[in-house]
């Protein structure tokens, strides 16, 4: 049977990445106007944040297909993507050239809803598997 | 040694390291191991200073302020306490607003630069980056880096651009002009269709007449001008016309200008000395030099002289045009000379009108101020100017009538009083409505009753009234010359007694009127809906 409470998070999270990357990318142009911020130093930032965007796609679909569909493989490859979006958002949130109290703030939102998704993809690839 | 010494040096190549700790920096301590009055924060002072002290000048040292939560400095004096005292707090500020700076990876981002030390070996790099917008004097360096400037497409650079120097064999054509101070400089380039006129002085001596290059004619024509920029194709510079100008000023133009005359010393005089150059460049519609001739006044410069003034132009003309100075378009220009002309005569037209070589002009006054002796000098009369010139007419019992009369008309209107007028600065030739003739009036001095018909009158003054308007719109009105009047008032000459001579003064002027009626503006009209049933609408009923 489809997991209920990974097909809410799952919604909810694709709501929450679109706001969190206008949110981000807007922090960064703010940065960028308000503080130095030298061009080699803006690229690796925009680079990740794009990268991130870039993953989060499929990782979503992938996502809902096997949740839907009770088949373990696309959750395990999205298990798999999330995996990746974890290490971006831990360089965003750590590793970035200014890391705004606000940019914390999102970063440990998306941290811990990621960390939620995983571990109920783990249980619904349990289920589905036996 | 050799260890102090490398200590040193390296003590010279790193700057001193900046202070971040708050608890330790003090902007007002000024004064060395001195205590700075009101500086709370000065390590130099001891407690009974601080007694002393009425407030503090440094309140707080923080950081970046833009940092979530950094240390502060909090420095005040207790005046409650006797003696005051200073109390130094070292507090944690937070800067409650939400884009904050948590955190940064970027250790330059909160501090300033800090500056390049030069050293043997980074400072010929350093120097090329911050040691630039020198001028350099030299005609040399301008060619010597023809890739320092934006690489050009082919095609850009087949032309002269307006503006652009005009190249000659080894750098442009020299055009010398006051610099800063009158002097003449030699380093100033002629621009591509910028027509200029310079005056400047040059510092001479007689015993270097011929050593001084700028004296000589062949400093300006013997490098050829290239045709278009960066091509072999060279236009060589000829000579149009020599006239040479005598001590007391006198100028003469010489019959045959292929003769090179260059500067020599005869009889304590340098001779052949360039005292001006006028420059004519003949360019076509494509921005490609195909001539280029050089008018020459050459002049003579005595011993005493320490230096002498020398005056250039150039100017530039499209091949096959004539062109026509403008005084003004459409309206005249305040101070540009009043366009006039003759109309040949001829039924119906083609009248164009000659006039090139005849202008509206009045006569000049000079210093000997006799009009027998002014040689023809006459002034041109330039729009909005009004001018008043004049002479002193010594009348003799000799003299006769009618030649003195016809004598003094020549000289107040001059060998050729133009006919006509032109209406706007630019008003062209073939438009014959353009053109206001110029109304002649001829006024008496004295009352014709009481003097007889055959008694002589002379021309004593003419009087030039030129009407002008403005025409066109509110905000930038032309001005337009309606009617010129020219007046000249006679008056009788008594005979004289013989040895007698009488002095009567002889003037010319001219007055500039403006009759614009006051202008009114105009709006545009509401536009009106136009709507017609057609005939047959009411079809069925009627």
Request: overall charge negative; charged content about 15%.
């Amino acid at each position: 049977l489809s997991s209920l409470p990974l097909q809410i998070l799952l919604y909810v999270n694709g709501i929450y990445y679109i706001f969190y990357f206008l949110a981000t990318l807007a922090m960064i142009i703010y940065k960028s106007q308000v503080f130095s911020y030298p061009d080699d130093l803006l690229a690796p930032d925009l680079a990740v944040l794009f990268l991130m965007a870039v993953l989060e796609v499929p990782r979503s679909y992938l996502g809902f297909k096997g949740n839907l569909t009770e088949a373990e493989a696309p959750l395990g490859l999205s298990l798999g993507l999330t995996v990746g979006s974890v290490v971006l958002c831990v360089y965003l949130l750590l590793w970035q050239t200014y890391v705004l109290w606000a940019d914390v703030l999102l970063n440990a939102l998306l941290l811990s809803a990621y960390g939620l998704e995983s571990g109920l993809k783990v249980t619904a690839i349990a289920a589905f598997v036996s | 040694p050799a260890d102090i010494r490398d200590a040193a040096q390296t003590r010279i190549r790193s700057p001193p390291a900046p202070i971040t700790d708050v608890a330790r920096l003090c902007v007002c301590d000024l004064l060395v191991a001195q205590c700075d009055v009101n500086c709370c924060c000065d390590p130099d002072c001891s407690a009974e200073d601080f007694s002393l002290f009425t407030s503090c000048s440094v309140p707080v040292v923080t950081g970046d302020s833009q940092l979530c939560s950094q240390k502060a400095a909090v420095y005040s004096l207790d005046v409650e306490a006797n003696p005051p005292e200073r109390i130094f707090k070292l507090i944690d500020q937070v800067n409650p607003s939400i884009f904050c700076i948590h955190a940064t990876n970027y250790k330059q981002a909160l501090y300033l630069k800090s500056p390049e030390i030069p050293t043997p070996e980074n400072f010929d790099q350093l120097l090329d980056k911050f040691g630039g917008a020198t001028f350099s004097a030299e005609p040399d360096s301008w060619n010597l880096d023809p890739d320092a400037q934006n690489p050009p497409d082919a095609n850009e650079t087949s032309r002269y651009e307006y503006g652009a120097p005009v190249q000659t064999e080894d750098a442009f054509l020299r055009l010398p002009s006051p610099v800063v101070s009158s002097w003449c400089s030699d380093a100033n380039p002629a621009g591509f269709l910028v027509n200029q006129a310079t005056k400047c002085i040059r510092s001479v001596s007689v015993e270097k007449c011929d050593s001084i290059q700028a004296l000589s004619m062949l400093f300006y024509i013997n490098s050829s001008i290239l045709a278009v920029p960066k091509s072999s194709q060279m236009v060589n510079i000829t000579v149009q016309s020599i006239v040479v100008q005598s001590l007391n000023g006198m100028r003469t133009l010489l019959s045959s200008s292929d003769v090179l005359r260059l500067p020599m010393v005869l009889d304590g005089l340098c001779i052949n000395a360039v005292l001006g150059v006028n420059y004519h460049i003949t360019h076509t519609d494509t921005g490609e030099i195909i001539e280029a001739a050089a008018a020459f006044v050459l002049g003579a410069i005595s011993k005493e002289a320490l230096s002498i003034e020398q005056s250039f132009e150039i100017s530039f003309t499209q091949e096959n045009t004539q062109p026509v100075p403008l005084s003004g378009n459409p309206g005249y220009v305040v101070g540009l000379p009043v366009r006039a002309g003759f109309q040949p005569q001829g039924y119906p037209f083609p009248a164009a009108f000659l006039n090139k070589h005849s202008q509206l002009t009045i006569l000049h006054s000079t210093s000997t101020q006799d009009c027998l002796a002014a040689h023809g000098a006459r002034a041109p009369v330039l729009f909005g100017y009004n001018m008043i010139s004049g002479c002193k007419l010594r009348l003799t019992a000799a003299m006769k009538c009618q030649p003195l009369a016809q004598t003094l008309l020549d000289v107040l209107k001059g060998q050729s009083f133009p006919e006509y007028v032109a209406s706007f600065g630019n008003s062209q030739a073939q438009d014959v409505l353009d053109w206001v003739p110029i109304t002649q009036l001829l006024v008496s001095e004295q009352m014709i009753s009481h003097t007889l018909q055959s008694s002589c009158q002379i021309p004593v003054s003419l009087g030039i009234e030129v009407k002008w308007t403005k025409y066109g719109s509110l905000v930038n009105p032309q001005a337009k010359i309606v009617n010129v009047t020219a007046t000249i008032t006679t008056t009788t000459l008594k005979q004289l007694p013989s040895g007698r001579e009488r002095i009567i003064p002889i003037t010319s002027s001219v007055v500039f009127t403006d009759i614009s009626s006051p202008a009114e503006p105009s709006y545009k009209a509401w536009p009106t809906i136009d709507i017609k049933l057609p005939f047959d609408f009411f079809y069925p009923f009627v």
